[in-house]
């Protein structure tokens, strides 16, 4: 079984392809659920997860102009995000704001899309790109610079515009905007080369996925032990712990690229 025409690709899918080929064949083309927790304790990872859904909800009712003194914010952890977010928010933002907004553009003959947390613009001049990030650890500048997000991200933006309004690379820019470490915002601006690149790399990611007929487990197996897979695949019988994934932060940029990823995918 392959890719369907109608398939559209995102940076969770193309991210789930990076990091194992099997897991993108189960997610994606089987569309199988499967139950076991990816860490454990699973309850304190539920509650991490459904924090941070909370903390985009948030932002997203202030951006839409309920005032910041009628949020009702609830929990130590989530208040100090917010506090972080009223005292340092991103720095030089366009006025008109779109939070939470959908875009897609057509390549390799599919739709590829993106949801973003909060587009700011300035019609014929910027396009700042806002992704709020509340994962424990701050990623490297290198490691960001190089994840698919920013990849889709930046390049969907470029190709598709937003409502009506078309921007070349060097106009835009990404912000990851860290609910931990509100002072250090990773700014990552965008060039015509970059988009070539990203434009070659997307195409070239998407063809290798629809010719795709064989789906390997990943070779990576310390990565199974947070991963939803893992029973059907026969690898790693127990869950990581969420402190074991924290170190695995702390020395590994790939799995820190599979926890962001998830993030992303459940928020
Ligand atoms: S358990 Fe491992 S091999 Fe199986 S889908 Fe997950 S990451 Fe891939």
């Known amino acids: 079984m392959s890719i369907t025409p109608e398939f559209q690709f995102s940076q969770s899918s193309l991210h789930d392809y990076e990091e194992c080929v099997r897991r993108f064949q189960l997610r994606y083309i089987d569309r199988l659920a499967w139950p076991a927790a990816e860490v454990q304790p699973a309850l304190e990872h539920e509650r991490y997860i459904q924090q941070g859904e909370t903390f985009h909800r948030l932002v997203q009712q202030h951006i839409l102009g309920i005032p910041a ?25 366009p006025m008109t704001r779109f939070p939470e907004i959908l875009l897609s553009a057509k390549i390799a003959g599919h739709h590829l899309v993106a949801k973003y947390d909060l587009l700011a613009i300035e019609a014929g001049q910027r396009a ?8 424990r650890k701050r990623p490297k500048t290198q ?9 889709v991200y930046r390049y969907v933006l470029v190709r598709s515009g937003v409502m009506g309004h078309a921007f070349i690379p060097e106009q835009v820019e990404m912000v990851y905007w860290f609910a931990n470490a509100p002072t250090e915002p990773e700014i990552l601006p965008y060039t015509v080369a970059q988009f070539q690149d990203d434009e070659a790399y997307l195409m070239r990611l998407i063809e290798q996925i629809k010719g795709q ?41 790939d799995v820190f690229t599979l926890l962001n990823t998830k993030l992303e995918m459940e928020f």
């Not at 009628?70 to 005292?87: C, K």
């Not at 700042?128 to 994962?135: L, M, R, S, Y």
Request: charged share 30%.
């Open 213 to 253: 007929t064989e789906f390997p487990k990943t070779e990576h197996e310390g990565i199974c032990r947070f991963c939803p897979y893992r029973g059907l695949c026969g690898r790693a019988e127990k869950a990581g712990t969420v402190e074991d994934m924290i170190d695995w932060l702390e020395r590994d940029e």
């Open 143 to 151: 490691w960001l610079t190089r994840n698919i997000q920013t990849r």
């Open 69 to 93: 003194d009628e949020i009702v914010v609830r929990g130590d952890e989530l208040r100090s995000w917010w506090q972080n977010y009223l005292a340092y928010p991103p720095a030089n933002l």
């Open 128 to 135: 700042v790109i806002v992704d709020w990030k509340t994962t």
